[in-house]
């Protein structure tokens, strides 16, 4: 289902007061770069200095400062004022230290002549993009001339393009997973298999919930841009759905490399147990054999005659065994 942005509230006015806090204690660490008329402000690692700069510079609504501080978990949404969006947004990456995908949540605040962007840790695409325009004047003069509606397109497809060697990435392990069940490499293969799958339920879970946004940012941001941004962020859209589709396909294909490597597994087992139970079959009757012989009863036959009872009972011995994997042969039990 779409996410709706909340309805309209009015801007507070200039200088509203964020919820109380511990006194600030070190300068905002804020990025600032200007271009064109547009200003673009990035913030890494944001504390509770930084949102009082915004606070007593932009005015933005508590509410949103605090969504920026909170540990918790925001949902992807499009809140609309009088005066600026603010945009919640997730994206994928992978953790350095564990190696599991994770969320990472990216907060913006969209204005007239303003773009200000808050990762919850840094991003890669933001930071190239970022150093790029500190770098270039061309490029920062191709991104920041046509307002801020369309710098806000170029830093959410340039995340979205990240996104692809993620997704790739899943489908290059799913692929040897897929080899590794056939050479036999079951058993580790289900632990693999396992950290797979849970990758990309943990993708689908960031990508679902902010699929319906992302279609509202074209209409959202068309008064922060000089031309129709209609087809740029339909581009993005389309990368979302294409996101989306291969998830879904790769889920289908973990989940067939399940099932196959689960009925190989039991098709080795069943294997393994036929023979065991062969083996079985063919000890029973022999192990009778050297009961009987066990007895020191001189009635059996040849119980009395030496070595010749030793070849009489290996020779009984041998012919029931053979007897025995013959009949099995014959029922094609083996």
């Known amino acids: 289902m779409a996410e709706v942005p909340r309805l309209m509230r009015g801007r507070p006015r200039r200088g509203a007061a964020v919820p109380a806090a511990a006194p600030r204690t070190e300068a905002p660490r804020i990025q600032r770069l200007e271009s064109n008329g547009l200003t673009w402000l990035h913030i890494e690692s944001v504390t509770e200095a930084e949102t009082r700069a915004l606070a007593d510079e932009f005015g933005f609504h508590p509410l949103d400062l605090e969504d920026v501080l909170s540990r918790s978990r925001q949902r992807a949404k499009i809140d609309q004022y009088d005066e600026y969006l603010f945009i919640v947004l997730h994206f994928p990456r992978y953790h350095k230290t564990s190696g599991r995908l994770q969320a990472i949540e990216v907060n913006l605040f969209v204005a007239d002549g303003l773009l200000i962007t808050i990762p919850e840790e840094p991003l890669k695409p933001v930071s190239q993009l ?47 997973l897929e080899d590794a069940i056939f050479e036999g490499q079951r058993e580790q293969v289900v632990r693999d ?106 009635s059996l036959p040849l119980a009395n005659h030496g070595v010749w009872s030793v070849l009489w009972t290996l020779a009984l011995m041998v012919a029931v065994a053979a007897g025995l994997l013959g009949w099995f042969r014959h029922k094609r039990w083996i």
């Open 130 to 176: 970022w150093t790029a325009c500190v770098g270039s004047e061309q490029r920062r003069a191709e991104l920041m001339s046509k307002g801020s509606g369309y710098l806000l397109y170029a830093i959410v497809d340039g995340i979205y393009d990240y996104c692809f060697p993620i997704l790739d990435k899943i489908g290059f392990k799913l692929d040897s």
């Open 193 to 298: 298999l396992s950290s797979v799958t849970h990758e990309v339920v943990n993708y689908r879970k960031i990508v679902k919930p902010q699929r319906g946004t992302l279609r509202l940012l074209e209409r959202a941001t068309k008064r922060y841009a000089t031309e129709d941004l209609e087809l740029y962020f339909d581009d993005i859209v389309d990368k979302s759905e294409r996101i989306w589709d291969g998830l879904e396909n790769y889920k289908e294909v973990a989940d067939a490399l399940e099932a196959t490597n689960t009925s190989v597994i039991t098709h080795r087992l069943n294997h393994l147990i036929r023979n065991l139970t062969v083996l079985s079959a063919v000890m029973l009757p022999l192990t009778l054999v050297t009961g009987f012989y066990g007895q020191n009863i001189d």
